[in-house]
């Protein structure tokens, strides 16, 4: 049961942390560097938000006409 645990632990710490310790290193030379892939998830999810609220408008305009077209300009 011990192997199994140590086997856990060699996977995560020597295999799947390996791009966190070369960024914890590159933080050491260059703050800019290393903080790139914290600007391009900042950037990807500004452009997904603006296309989102471009979509809540474009279903919004769609509703108002739909709306103007069943029940006329006096119901709204």
Partial sequence: MKDFFEFIQY???DILFVPLHALRKLELESW???NT???VFI???VIAFCY???QLMS???EEKE???KYFG???N
């Fill in 52 to 54: 989102w609220v471009k």
């Fill in 37 to 39: 892939l914290n600007w």
């Fill in 32 to 34: 800019f560097a290393a």
């Fill in 59 to 61: 279903f919004s305009d």
């Fill in 73 to 75: 300009k006096y119901w």
């Fill in 11 to 13: 996977i995560f710490v």
């Fill in 43 to 45: 950037i990807i999810g």
């Fill in 66 to 68: 739909r709306q103007e």
